[in-house]
């Protein structure tokens, strides 16, 4: 077992495959964030007449078919995935692991009780959820897709933090602490919590890259982000009719889609490696 999260983050960190991922997430970070004060609003129609012109000089990523710079909505679609992504698995994170701990640390009716909950859960897919709020909202605004894609994506964290606690509650530390009087959020905040870290925070890496799929995905399909807010999904749709006279509209924002799961994949499988022993 690695004695902190500091020294799992350290032996990730020797992988190179963390190296690029942590590069790749930086840099659309960093897009993200200078996007509005260097590029041209996403909005903008300057020339709707000029459709679709091809990459150059003024517009290095092209324009789409009302004249829109690429460029300029795949950095605005980035500020959006992200944050979708981020407080999406931030949620589904913290239900999930207040599950997980609780489950895990009560044991007996708590723990058989919740982790049925959990089953019956899992059995629903999300997208029979989303038609049921389509009934409700015609459009999800999004807020909602935020709360709709972090609550419904907490279910496989919550058993992976219960199997990690009844591992580490039977390591002689933790015995060792109940015994001397430690109180149960004292155990749970020092000694379970910290050491049931690793595996989550790999399962959250990854989640996030699901969910930037997810998302582009229902934006594809008119679903997620809505018009005029720029989307990578949403562009690769709107994208479709022009994929032979104008393939750059849909290149660049899939390329960003393809870009950005794939440098949390590099970075999840650093953490997956570093919490291997035999790596050790």
Do not use: C, K
């Amino acid at each position: 077992m690695i004695g902190s999260l500091a020294e799992l983050l350290r032996r990730a960190w020797a992988h190179p495959s963390a190296r690029w991922g942590v590069g790749i997430l930086l840099a659309f970070a960093l897009a993200a964030a200078l996007g509005p004060l260097l590029l041209d609003d996403p909005s903008a129609m300057p020339d709707v007449v000029a459709g679709a012109t091809p990459p150059s000089a003024g517009h290095p990523f092209g324009t789409d078919h009302l004249n829109r710079d690429i460029l300029a909505r795949v950095v605005g679609g980035a500020r959006v995935s992200l944050a979708v992504a981020g407080l999406a698995v931030l949620l589904a994170l913290t239900l999930g692991s207040a599950v997980g701990l609780a489950a895990g640390y009560s044991g007996g009716w708590v723990d058989a009780a919740l982790m049925r909950v959990v089953d019956a859960a899992l059995a629903i897919p999300r997208l029979f959820v989303l038609l049921l709020l389509l009934v409700v909202w015609e459009r999800i605004p999004l807020g909602a897709l935020i709360l709709f894609l972090g609550t419904t994506g907490w279910f496989g964290t919550s058993r992976l933090v219960r199997g990690e606690v009844l591992r580490i509650r039977q390591e002689p530390f933790v015995a060792a602490a109940i015994a001397l009087g430690a109180s149960p959020w004292r155990t749970i905040t020092r000694h379970l919590l910290p050491n049931a870290a690793g595996p989550v925070l790999v399962a959250a890496t990854l989640g996030v890259g699901d969910v930037i799929l997810l998302e582009a995905g229902l934006s594809f399909l008119g679903l997620g982000i809505q018009p005029p807010t720029p989307s990578w999904g949403g562009m690769v749709l709107d994208a479709r009719p022009y994929l032979s006279s104008a393939p750059w509209t849909a290149l660049f924002p899939g390329a960003a889609i393809v870009a950005t799961v794939l440098a949390v994949n590099l970075l999840g499988d650093a953490l997956s490696a570093a919490l291997d022993p035999r790596s050790a």
